[in-house]
């Protein structure tokens, strides 16, 4: 089946600086989502991007789907930004990364 | 989009019980879908639900420790069985929606058998 992986491991930033998520994937994707988990649990969708790049505000996400790896970019970090993004792709089933739990420290 | 209201969103219970999980959708939905998230980790897939039928368990997952009840086209359940510590989780239903099926997730319960 499709591999997920997501790096960078669990990265620490200080507030106001800038941090980019990776995603890679193994194999052709229908969908690529990124997700951020909200302390309580919830998964909040971030974008859904099987290819190009979009943009929300300070959050913004490529995604090459040639080269089969999604970027996130989150700029001017904030304390609530701190929490688990996950990437997911479609192959038939949803298949999640194993997240990337990012601390945005004040 | 889609709006998914799931309950109980947290619930605390003693082992050799089982506890019903309940989602409702704001829109009809052919498939719905059962996912476990154990603490620390990423989420697995449990099971589909498809109104009319029996579900379709992942490998790993089976009917009697989470079946799993698709009445129609906007709502379904998963009771979590026989509770043991390991059970604790968060357990999170989903849906997809649009040409492009996208994903959207209720709250997520969380779990904890004592």
């Known amino acids: 089946g499709i591999q997920v992986e997501q790096s960078p491991p669990d990265p620490i930033l200080q507030e106001g600086a800038n941090s980019t998520l990776r995603c890679n994937f193994s194999?052709?994707?229908?969908?690529l989502q990124w997700f951020h988990q909200n302390p309580w649990g919830q998964l909040i969708n971030l974008f859904y991007?099987?290819?190009g790049t979009k943009q929300n505000g300070r959050l913004s996400a490529t995604t090459v789907a040639t080269e089969r790896y999604s970027l996130l970019y989150i700029s001017s970090s904030q304390t609530t930004d701190s929490g688990v993004y996950f990437c997911?792709?479609?192959?038939?089933?949803?298949?999640f990364g194993q997240g990337t739990e990012l601390s945005v420290k004040p | 989009s889609a709006v998914i209201s799931q309950k109980p969103s947290r619930d605390i219970c003693q082992r050799g019980t089982s506890l019903t999980i309940q989602c409702q959708v704001d829109?009809?939905?052919?498939?719905m879908f059962w996912y476990r998230q154990q603490p620390g980790q990423s989420l697995t897939l449990i099971a589909t639900?498809?109104?009319?039928?029996?579900?379709?368990?992942e490998s790993g997952f089976v009917i009697d420790k989470f079946p799993i009840s698709r009445p129609n086209l906007t709502f379904s359940t998963l009771t979590v069985s026989n509770m043991s510590p390991e059970d604790s989780s968060i357990y999170l239903c989903?849906?997809?929606?649009?040409?492009?099926?996208?994903?959207?997730f209720g709250q997520g319960t969380r779990l904890t058998v004592v």
């Open positions: 989903s849906v997809e929606v649009g040409t492009y099926t996208e994903a959207f």
């Open positions: 194999d052709s994707v229908n969908n």
């Open positions: 991007i099987p290819s």
């Open positions: 997911a792709v479609l192959g038939g089933k949803l298949i």
């Open positions: 829109s009809q939905v052919t498939m």
């Open positions: 639900a498809n109104q009319g039928s029996e579900a379709t368990y």
